[in-house]
């Protein structure tokens, strides 16, 4: 028997070890490699806009995760018609339109990650 002392994650072990002395029997096959499962990507980032005059932004306000995008660009909203659904603390929640209007771009997708304050809706 020999011993070892291994340590793992910051725990020591100790280990013992038993050597054993056999016939010279047939190599084993090698374990097969295995893919890693494939991760989907991440939705990419848009490009933000930023407001022009006459514009409003919707900002976060919490941050969150992007789950869905209930209105399109360029549709006409009115108050309190809900523009995308922002995930935070595993809550959904509806972010709406300000006032009577029309979306004129989404600076985030579905599945982006946001910080609070960041612009989401550019809406005039």
């Given amino acids: 028997m020999k011993k070892f002392n291994i340590t793992v994650n910051g725990s ?3 280990v013992e070890i ?3 002395k056999a016939a010279v029997a047939a190599p084993k096959a090698a374990p ?9 990507a991440a939705a990419p980032a848009k490009v ?11 900002n976060a306000p919490m941050p969150g995760k992007i789950v869905k995008l209930v209105a399109n660009e360029g549709a006409a909203v009115k108050a309190g018609d809900v523009l995308l659904i922002l995930e935070a603390m595993k ?3 509806e972010i709406t339109a ?4 029309t979306v004129k771009a ?4 579905a599945g982006q990650s946001v910080k609070a304050g960041e612009v ?5």
């Fill in 12 to 14: 020591a072990y100790e």
């Fill in 91 to 93: 809550m959904q929640n």
């Fill in 48 to 58: 933000a806009v930023a407001p022009s005059a006459g514009e409003t932004a919707v």
């Fill in 98 to 101: 300000p006032a009577d209007g």
């Fill in 120 to 124: 989401l809706v550019i809406f005039g």
């Fill in 32 to 40: 097969k490699a295995t893919a890693a499962p494939v991760k989907p």
């Fill in 106 to 109: 989404f600076n985030v997708a």
């Fill in 18 to 20: 038993e050597e054993v």
